[in-house]
């Protein structure tokens, strides 16, 4: 069932378009994050579906019925706000009943109601405290419960792990996901965190300058970036920029600066020849393994001289100069294996699949 | 030299100050207050003696009347000050354009330099029978001489004086106020006047007490407003010390009042901040039961 839609929408502010002809859909149960750096035009967005501005073109939509001039109030919207924004001077229960007493639920229902919501997010015996006594991650429990407590159409989540954290952020964004799906919400998850977008996200949108670049499932947005902005903003990236020549069989063959040849992955929808920006994610290149190439595959191979490693616990991040001058970035699992910090001469490998194609400058 | 011994030091001046001119000034009034008055002589005689004669003589209807008149006129002026001041100050403090906010507050600064004999002769050309409110009167259907128009100018004098100030005030209530809440609210179905009621205004009652207890103050202390623009009518304790003080040179009198009068403003004012804390904490025991 579609339960929420945009339609060509398009939000203006004076001759500054904050948000140009979005178009997507999510249906009951899923959840879609809006990922993309600020001023991109996702807090317009949110604003637009929760009412707080209207479109001056194309439409908001919930469950097929047109959303147009109606208040914040006159909809059914659960808003997660980044700064939790709970009523400083009510308590936990009053915070998460406020929603149900002024939608009119049933009196007699609000405590049964109220409790309910406080087991959801595991904060069972917190009713009477205040927001001021609670820490971050459980203040940030009862503004989800509150905005759950109506049983609203869409949930909003602004940024929802950023004022977290790193250790908590990590806890809570699976407790998150746990929650949403238990009472299943139809989530927008409006962040410019890749992680936060991706690990939430059932499908992912990537905007900028108020457009949308790319939308698709986290693996398909990370796997097979479509321009060279969704490929820089989410995750880390070599590139090589050069002229496209000899397709066969879906592989040509780059010819890039610094007289560096490499075999790519041929794009299936720009089959034309010509100048190219291609982009290696630093976990796809092997360094030191002899990869034999099976048949006739091709296989990237070249030399290269560590100029400097860095240990993160399980992983091992390396830069490597390659013939022509140019630094990659590679990502090896650390398996007990050392490497000198500089000068050590390595082999590394790539498969041509793994060098995604983009438009040049895109 | 140990830090403590070094503030006590660094306040030693201030303190000093504090003692010579304005702690025993104030002890003068007090005893002056106490002391026997011949009538005929400018202030006590250096040793007259003490009565309580100065203090039973407030008692009487005449006296109360100042007192009933500047408490009613502080309480009402005060009321519609922070009324009409919130919507403003709410507005200055939620207004996008910066431009437009530096000039409103700098319009509000502006307006506290001013004068207070320059507001009182303005508002009296204004109301006079020259002014352009002068039609108040006849749309009110009373005599510009009457004693009602001549409150209501008394009132206008004071607001002019209040408004600014409880705006200002208001302002940093209002500023530290998180525009989220209200956007909460809204979204949690509350409409923007049910919002304003249980989110903003609950949340401004520390501010809106300052206020308030701000122009009350003034209010209590007003002089020249009373005198000008009271045209004799309306009488302030303040212009009733004043009369006591330079009119009969009744020094014992007028410090006996001013020291009720002092005494009266600090209950009135520890009183409704009292009434207003236990009112909050009362209403939030009501909320979570």
Same mark, same amino acid.
């Given at each position: ?54 479109? %001056? ?74 927001? %001021? ?138 089959? %034309? ?90 | ?43 006590? @005689?250096?040793? @007259? ?135 909460? $609210?809204?979204?949690?179905?509350? $409409? ?17 007490? $300052? ?76 909320? $979570?039961?």
């Amino acid at each position: 069932m579609r339960v929420l839609e945009l339609s060509h929408a398009t939000k203006r502010y004076g001759a500054f378009v904050a948000v140009e002809d979005v178009s997507f859909t999510v249906e009951k149960g899923q959840i879609l994050s809006l990922l993309g750096p600020s001023g991109c035009g996702k807090t317009t967005t949110l604003r637009l579906i929760s009412g707080f501005e209207d479109a %001056n073109e194309g439409a908001v939509l919930f469950s097929g019925v047109d959303m147009k001039g109606r208040r914040p109030y006159e909809r059914n919207v659960g808003l997660l706000f980044q700064d939790y924004a709970l009523f400083p001077h009510m308590t936990v229960a009053e915070n998460v009943s406020y929603g149900l007493r002024r939608r009119n639920f049933d009196k007699g229902k609000i405590p049964v109601r109220v409790a309910e919501m406080l087991a959801l997010v595991k904060l069972k015996g917190f009713d009477d405290r205040r927001p %001021n006594q609670l820490s971050g991650g459980q203040q940030q429990r009862v503004a989800l419960a509150r905005a759950l407590a109506t049983n609203p159409e869409v949930v909003l989540l602004d940024e929802p792990l950023s004022a977290l954290d790193a250790k908590l952020r990590h806890e809570l964004r699976f407790e998150l996901k746990a929650i949403l799906s238990a009472v299943n919400a139809t989530t927008i998850v409006v962040t410019h965190d890749q992680e936060e977008a991706m690990s939430l996200g059932d499908s992912v949108i990537v905007m900028s300058a108020g457009k949308i670049m790319q939308q698709g499932a986290p693996t398909e947005i990370y796997a097979d970036p479509k321009t060279r902005f969704v490929a820089e903003f989410i995750g880390r990236s070599n590139w090589f920029t050069g002229e496209l020549r000899n397709s066969t069989n879906g592989v040509a063959e780059l010819k890039a600066a610094g007289g560096i040849r490499m075999f790519v992955r041929m794009p299936e929808s720009s089959p %034309n020849l010509g100048a190219f920006d291609v982009c290696v994610r630093p976990e796809r290149i092997r360094i030191g393994a002899d990869i034999q190439s099976s048949g006739d595959a091709p296989m990237n191979q070249m030399r290269g001289t560590i100029r400097d490693v860095a240990h993160l616990g399980a992983d091992l991040h390396l830069l490597v100069e390659i013939p022509g001058g140019q630094l990659l970035t590679v990502t090896e699992k650390y398996i007990g294996q050392s490497f000198e910090r500089a000068g050590q001469e390595v082999s590394i490998t790539f498969f041509p699949q793994d060098c995604v194609v983009v438009p040049s400058g895109s | 030299m140990s830090t403590t011994k070094r503030t006590v030091l660094l306040l030693l001046p201030g303190f000093a100050l504090f003692l010579a001119f304005l702690a025993l000034p104030l002890a003068n009034v007090v005893d002056e207050s106490f002391r026997f008055f011949e009538p005929g002589r400018i202030g006590s @005689a250096k040793d @007259a003696p003490y009565t309580l004669l100065n203090y039973a003589e407030i008692l009487e209807p005449a006296y109360l009347r100042y007192f009933a008149e500047t408490f009613r006129f502080g309480v009402l002026s005060s009321l519609i000050a922070i009324v009409v001041s919130f919507p403003i100050a709410y507005s200055v403090a939620r207004q996008r354009s910066p431009w437009l906010r530096k000039l409103a507050i700098g319009f509000f600064v502006g307006m506290m330099f001013l004068s207070t004999l320059v507001r009182v002769y303005a508002l009296q050309l204004t109301f006079g029978s020259t002014g352009y409110a002068h039609f108040l009167a006849g749309v009110l259907n009373v005599s510009p001489n009457s004693r009602f128009y001549t409150e209501l100018i008394v009132v206008f004098g004071l607001l002019h004086y209040l408004i600014p100030i409880s705006v200002i005030t208001l302002l940093g209530t209002i500023q530290n106020l998180n525009p989220r809440l209200i956007e909460a $609210s809204q979204v949690l179905g509350a $409409s923007r006047l049910r919002s304003h009621l249980s989110i903003t205004l609950p949340l401004c009652v520390p501010g809106l007490l $300052s206020a308030f207890l701000i122009c009350f103050t003034l209010c209590l202390s007003a002089f020249v407003i009373p005198m000008v623009l009271g045209k004799g009518k309306v009488l302030f304790v303040s212009n009733l010390i004043y009369a006591r003080f330079s009119e009969i040179a009744d020094y014992p009198s007028g410090s006996a009042v001013a020291i009720t009068m002092l005494i009266i403003a600090l209950i009135a004012i520890y009183g409704i901040t009292w009434l207003v804390a236990k009112g909050f904490s009362n209403q939030d025991r009501g909320r $979570s039961s």
